[in-house]
């Protein structure tokens, strides 16, 4: 079982930055691929970012790729997710999600994520 807390969400203009953290516990951290999504009004949730659980692998969409970074720190078991250079196409609800390390963590698709964090409000005006 996995349990997702996600913070640190909030309003900023474009151009600016914003760090989401979530705070995960699992005894299987060393077996979980960690992503981040988000979902925008009336629009699908779409996978942003994953990491694998030795941080050696990471993938971004290209919308975000050069602008945002995910990152996990096992000694405070939370996840991050750095963005800069917001624009409004950023506006979104944010989770971040987890499911089990199989063969790698190279599928970064919702119905793959069976844990999921209650998500945090990015709003970027312009």
């Known amino acids: 079982q996995v349990q997702l807390v996600e913070s640190g969400g909030g309003s900023v203009q474009a151009g600016g930055s914003l760090r989401l953290s979530c705070k995960f516990s699992?005894?299987?951290?060393?077996?979980?691929?960690m992503a981040w999504f988000r979902q925008a009004p009336g629009k699908e949730r779409e996978g942003v970012a994953q990491i694998s659980p030795d941080g050696g692998y990471t993938y971004y969409i290209a919308s975000v790729k050069g602008r945002f970074t995910i990152s996990q720190d096992y000694t405070k078991n939370a996840l991050y997710l750095q963005m800069s250079s917001l624009t409004s196409e950023d506006t979104a609800m944010y989770y971040c999600?987890?499911?089990?390390?199989?063969?790698?963590?190279?599928?970064?698709?919702?119905?793959?994520?069976?844990?999921w964090g209650q998500g945090t409000q990015v709003t970027v005006s312009s």
């Open positions: 999600g987890a499911r089990a390390w199989d063969s790698g963590c190279t599928v970064l698709a919702e119905p793959a994520f069976p844990y």
């Open positions: 699992t005894k299987a951290y060393s077996k979980t691929c």
